[in-house]
């Protein structure tokens, strides 16, 4: 399980570093201001829990079962959470209306803070 972690945690940190370059150079001419911000609060989100992936991968001291708990809450809400909003984000370039998935995003980070309280009982209950 931690070599999947590992991996998962360096492609999410790949795609967040590839979606930040394309935020900053490519979505300038297609969306406004607000919608970029948008788009990088997105990216932000999902390369903090990237690096946690890889952290989280090396960890000796949680028990297997407390890891992969707390990184399957936190690959659901990188997907849902700045899967949401780069969708949100583009649903003006595509041209498709896709306002009616903006109930993933609150979804997505609900899942994110139950990463981190369960991560945080994992390590409170450490000797």
Same mark, same amino acid.
């Given at each position: ?55 989280? &991968?090396?960890? /000796?001291? #949680? ?9 399957? @809450? =936190? !690959?659901?809400?990188? %997907? ?21 998935? &903006?109930?993933? /995003?609150? #979804? ?9 309280? @369960? =991560? !945080?009982?994992?390590? %409170?209950?450490?000797?």
């Amino acid at each position: 399980m931690n070599k999947t972690i590992l991996i998962t945690g360096a492609v999410a940190a790949l795609l967040a570093v590839l979606l930040g370059a394309f935020g900053a150079h490519g979505l300038e001419k297609l969306v406004d201001s607000d919608s970029i911000d948008s788009f990088v609060t997105g990216v932000r989100y999902q390369m903090y829990h990237a690096i946690v992936c890889l952290i989280l &991968g090396t960890m /000796t001291i #949680l028990s297997e079962t407390s890891k992969k708990r707390i990184f399957y @809450f =936190f !690959l659901g809400g990188m %997907i849902l959470f700045s899967g949401s909003i780069y969708l949100l984000v583009m649903d003006e370039v595509l041209g498709v209306s896709l306002s009616g998935i &903006g109930f993933i /995003t609150p #979804l997505g980070g609900l899942l994110l803070i139950l990463g981190w309280i @369960f =991560f !945080l009982i994992a390590l %409170i209950k450490t000797k």
